[in-house]
């Protein structure tokens, strides 16, 4: 008879060898560094370079071979599940396994001791912050650790750390951590840290000053990419003061080490790559590090994070359908993300473009991060700031260096944004154009371990020679064509960048879902509204299809605004169809079964680009039918269409299977009663 195997949660020890190499994903770090976005978004969905900070996390987990993701989002952690249940790291053929988890956590320290109580680690496990940009292969330094382990079971923790090099001068740390090492063993022996530019003394045991060879280092990065250990999550559990990963934790243990006996080592990573966008000057810097190539495969030619960027000939970055009417000026190490159209004599200076972005004509954009579905009017001048998502910015506005413009906000034409000012959804203005006073706006306090600035986005970052700069003289670059302004400033090229007639389309569709987006914000009358849009048809030469295509974009958009404030995704929807079903289907109007299909598909391909997007589709196709703005057929066929069950949409379209099944349902009910009412005729 074989011998008895002891179980270890529910597997032998036989097959814990074989354990999936787990890692913890912390999204929030709990502080205010990235307010005033990160108080109405989390930090982990903040565009770098027009894909999520967490994309480029669990792309670097999975190229490490880690295979399960216990991930806590902390903060907004609904944004956050909607995004990752959405994307492709759910799918069937995503290499991680990522487990959502939720905690009542107010500290890193909370996650950890939440994750120690679950008993969910089973060894060795790889814990990151969710903005981790890196392409360092972690496996020696893993076998370096469990070689460690295997001598010495108190090693509890290994911490990633990588010496700084001459491309650092771009990542100003407002913190500087004071390492004290044995470099014979890599043990930590002290840790401290200090504010950037301010005199530093530490105070070290004396016992550890016995040690025969010690190392202080003060140029050390630190990776936050750490390999633990159970026992590591247990003292955790064991001290509730234990807050902060460093300053708390890795001091405490290392204070109380005649105590506890536990040991933490270091691991330098060499010739790669590893940063975290802790702060936005990191933001900033390592956009510029991404920008350039300093990283090769992190290069975002390489479209690593699921963009899809092609290289021009001069030196920018395009994604697909993006209309760039003629004479423009795009300067090298611009990036512009698809269905985003830029107006004539527009000029884009070191700029990353988000996606779906309408620019008016004659702007003038330096050294700015305009984020997702943004509208910029014409004649406006935006200098080193950042422009939060579904922001409106009217015609003849000027916003200066370090300005944050949050999520959703609305700018009147004509406005002035001061340096470093902050504006939100909930901001307003002065009859001149002046913002007035806004509480939201001013709440947002310091970490206490940070250093406050008068922009924490100007001033680590936008001082840097490498934006106040240009390298490239516009003048003498080769360029492509349709990029550049002619020489002689004539318009005899065509209208947009390869004069098509889909560009053509694709401009008026922007524009015009523009122009409805702004109108619903003003809840103007439908009717209204219908009269402009007839006339904005006329003018632009667009077809019935085009329209429709507008007015879905816009129905969808509007809504999304709508839960991102707070609405509900059902009364958003309701709410919003019920104002402007005219705009979708005029009273007693023909209108085909087709085009019904192709308006479903064109909202459905809308709101799969957004966070909300596939809570919304299930009241969004249920209202359309009780409004009786669609016939039945139109759904079922939209639902069949092998249109709506493409990869990038089939999240969307599988949200609304409960309600088709209802309507399957319903209809196989109507044909039994009616099956009934024949049979008794007959009788």
């Given at each position: 008879?074989?011998?008895?195997?002891?179980?270890?949660?529910?597997?032998?020890?036989?097959?814990?060898?074989?354990?999936?190499?787990?890692?913890?994903v912390?999204?929030?770090?709990f502080?205010?560094?990235?307010?005033?976005?990160s108080?109405?978004?989390?930090?982990?969905?903040?565009?770098?370079?027009?894909?999520?900070l967490?994309?480029?996390?669990?792309?670097?987990?999975?190229?490490?071979?880690v295979?399960?993701v216990?991930?806590?989002?902390?903060?907004?952690?609904e944004?956050?599940?909607?995004?990752?249940?959405?994307?492709?790291?759910?799918s069937?053929?995503?290499?991680?396994?990522?487990?959502?988890?939720?905690?009542?956590?107010?500290?890193?320290g909370?996650i950890?001791?939440?994750?120690?109580?679950?008993?969910?680690?089973?060894g060795?496990?790889?814990?990151?912050?969710g903005?981790?940009?890196?392409?360092?292969?972690?496996?020696?330094?893993?076998?370096?650790?469990?070689?460690?382990?295997e001598?010495?079971k108190?090693?509890?923790?290994?911490?990633?750390?990588?010496?700084?090099?001459?491309?650092?001068?771009?990542?100003?740390?407002?913190?500087?951590?004071?390492?004290?090492?044995?470099?014979?063993?890599?043990?930590?022996?002290?840790?401290?840290?200090?504010?950037?530019g301010?005199a530093?003394?530490?105070?070290?045991?004396?016992?550890?000053?016995?040690?025969?060879?010690?190392?202080?280092?003060?140029?050390?990065?630190?990776?936050?990419?750490?390999?633990?250990?159970?026992?590591?999550?247990s003292?955790?559990?064991?001290?509730?003061?234990?807050?902060?990963?460093?300053?708390?934790?890795?001091?405490?243990?290392?204070?109380?080490?005649?105590?506890n006996?536990?040991?933490?080592?270091?691991?330098?990573v060499?010739?790669?790559?590893?940063?975290?966008?802790?702060?936005?000057a990191?933001?900033?810097?390592?956009?510029?590090?991404?920008?350039?190539?300093?990283?090769?495969?992190?290069?975002?030619?390489?479209?690593?994070?699921?963009?899809?960027?092609?290289?021009?000939?001069?030196?920018i970055?395009?994604?697909?359908?993006?209309?760039?009417?003629?004479?423009?000026?795009?300067?090298?190490?611009?990036?512009?993300?698809?269905?985003?159209?830029?107006?004539?004599?527009?000029?884009?200076r070191?700029?990353?473009?988000?996606?779906?972005?309408?620019?008016?004509?004659?702007?003038?954009?330096?050294?700015?991060?305009?984020?997702?579905?943004?509208?910029?009017g014409?004649?406006?001048?935006?200098?080193?700031?950042?422009?939060?998502?579904?922001?409106?910015?009217?015609?003849k506005?000027?916003?200066?260096?370090?300005?944050?413009?949050?999520?959703?906000?609305?700018?009147?034409?004509?406005?002035?944004?001061?340096p470093?000012?902050r504006?939100?959804?909930?901001?307003?203005?002065?009859?001149?154009?002046?913002?007035?006073?806004?509480?939201?706006?001013?709440?947002?306090?310091?970490d206490e371990?940070e250093?406050t600035?008068?922009?924490q986005?100007?001033?680590?970052?936008?001082?840097?020679?490498?934006?106040?700069?240009?390298?490239?003289?516009?003048d003498?670059?080769?360029?492509?064509?349709?990029?550049?302004?002619?020489?002689?400033?004539?318009?005899s090229?065509?209208?947009?960048?390869?004069?098509?007639?889909?560009?053509?389309?694709?401009?008026?569709?922007?524009?015009?879902?523009?122009?409805?987006v702004?109108?619903?914000?003003?809840d103007?009358?439908?009717?209204?509204?219908?009269?402009?849009?007839?006339?904005?048809?006329?003018?632009?030469?667009?077809?019935?299809?085009?329209?429709?295509?507008?007015?879905?974009?816009?129905l969808?958009?509007?809504?999304?605004?709508?839960?991102?404030?707070?609405?509900?995704?059902d009364?958003?929807?309701?709410?919003?169809?019920?104002q402007?079903?005219?705009?979708?289907?005029?009273?007693?109007a023909?209108?085909?079964?087709?085009?019904?299909?192709?308006f479903?598909?064109?909202?459905?391909?809308?709101?799969s680009?957004?966070?909300?997007?596939?809570?919304?589709?299930?009241?969004?196709?249920?209202?359309?039918?009780?409004?009786?703005?669609?016939?039945?057929?139109?759904?079922?066929?939209?639902?069949?269409?092998?249109?709506?069950?493409?990869?990038?949409?089939?999240?969307?379209?599988?949200a609304?299977?409960?309600?088709?099944?209802?309507l399957?349902?319903?209809?196989?009910?109507?044909?039994?009663?009616?099956?009934?009412?024949?049979?008794?005729?007959?009788?």
């Amino acid at each position: 008879m074989p011998p008895k195997q002891t179980k270890v949660a529910g597997r032998t020890k036989e097959d814990t060898k074989e354990d999936p190499l787990q890692a913890v994903v912390v999204a929030d770090t709990f502080e205010s560094k990235f307010a005033p976005f990160s108080t109405e978004r989390p930090r982990c969905l903040i565009p770098l370079a027009n894909a999520p900070l967490i994309e480029y996390t669990l792309e670097y987990l999975a190229s490490a071979g880690v295979q399960d993701v216990f991930f806590y989002a902390g903060a907004h952690i609904e944004q956050v599940e909607t995004y990752l249940n959405a994307s492709r790291w759910m799918s069937k053929s995503s290499p991680l396994k990522i487990i959502l988890l939720r905690c009542m956590a107010t500290s890193v320290g909370d996650i950890m001791r939440d994750i120690d109580q679950k008993r969910l680690i089973q060894g060795d496990f790889i814990c990151v912050s969710g903005d981790i940009i890196s392409d360092f292969p972690i496996s020696k330094a893993l076998r370096v650790h469990k070689q460690r382990r295997e001598k010495d079971k108190d090693a509890i923790m290994t911490i990633l750390v990588r010496e700084r090099n001459q491309s650092d001068h771009r990542h100003k740390d407002q913190i500087v951590p004071t390492f004290v090492i044995d470099p014979t063993k890599d043990r930590i022996l002290h840790y401290e840290e200090s504010f950037a530019g301010t005199a530093f003394g530490t105070h070290v045991d004396p016992e550890i000053l016995k040690t025969p060879e010690l190392d202080v280092r003060q140029d050390l990065v630190d990776c936050r990419i750490d390999i633990g250990t159970p026992d590591m999550l247990s003292l955790w559990s064991d001290n509730f003061d234990n807050q902060h990963p460093r300053k708390d934790f890795l001091y405490g243990v290392l204070k109380d080490y005649e105590l506890n006996g536990k040991t933490i080592h270091t691991y330098v990573v060499d010739e790669h790559y590893a940063h975290r966008v802790d702060s936005p000057a990191a933001y900033a810097a390592i956009t510029y590090d991404l920008q350039h190539g300093i990283a090769s495969s992190l290069a975002l030619s390489n479209n690593i994070a699921g963009t899809r960027f092609q290289r021009s000939r001069k030196n920018i970055l395009k994604e697909d359908d993006v209309i760039i009417q003629r004479p423009t000026r795009l300067d090298h190490g611009t990036i512009v993300g698809s269905g985003t159209s830029i107006g004539a004599s527009t000029s884009i200076r070191k700029t990353i473009v988000g996606r779906r972005c309408q620019i008016g004509k004659r702007a003038n954009i330096d050294s700015a991060f305009i984020w997702d579905d943004v509208t910029i009017g014409s004649d406006v001048k935006i200098s080193r700031a950042i422009v939060g998502s579904e922001t409106f910015i009217g015609d003849k506005c000027v916003i200066e260096d370090g300005a944050l413009i949050s999520f959703g906000s609305r700018i009147p034409a004509g406005s002035h944004i001061p340096p470093g000012e902050r504006v939100t959804s909930t901001s307003s203005f002065n009859k001149d154009g002046t913002l007035a006073k806004d509480p939201a706006a001013d709440a947002f306090e310091s970490d206490e371990d940070e250093p406050t600035y008068e922009s924490q986005w100007a001033r680590p970052f936008y001082g840097q020679q490498e934006f106040a700069e240009s390298t490239f003289s516009l003048d003498s670059d080769a360029s492509e064509p349709s990029d550049e302004i002619s020489k002689d400033g004539s318009r005899s090229a065509s209208f947009v960048t390869h004069g098509s007639e889909e560009d053509t389309s694709e401009r008026f569709v922007h524009d015009t879902a523009a122009i409805l987006v702004q109108r619903m914000q003003e809840d103007r009358n439908s009717d209204d509204m219908q009269s402009e849009l007839m006339g904005l048809r006329f003018s632009g030469g667009a077809d019935g299809g085009q329209v429709q295509k507008a007015v879905a974009i816009a129905l969808s958009r509007h809504i999304h605004s709508e839960v991102d404030n707070g609405a509900s995704a059902d009364k958003a929807t309701r709410k919003t169809l019920e104002q402007y079903r005219n705009l979708v289907r005029r009273p007693n109007a023909e209108q085909t079964i087709e085009e019904q299909v192709v308006f479903l598909l064109e909202a459905q391909l809308d709101l799969s680009r957004r966070t909300d997007g596939a809570r919304i589709m299930p009241f969004f196709v249920k209202d359309l039918y009780d409004l009786e703005v669609f016939e039945e057929e139109a759904f079922t066929k939209w639902f069949d269409d092998e249109r709506s069950k493409e990869d990038n949409v089939a999240a969307t379209r599988d949200a609304a299977e409960p309600f088709i099944d209802w309507l399957a349902a319903t209809d196989e009910e109507e044909s039994e009663e009616e099956e009934e009412d024949d049979d008794g005729e007959e009788d």
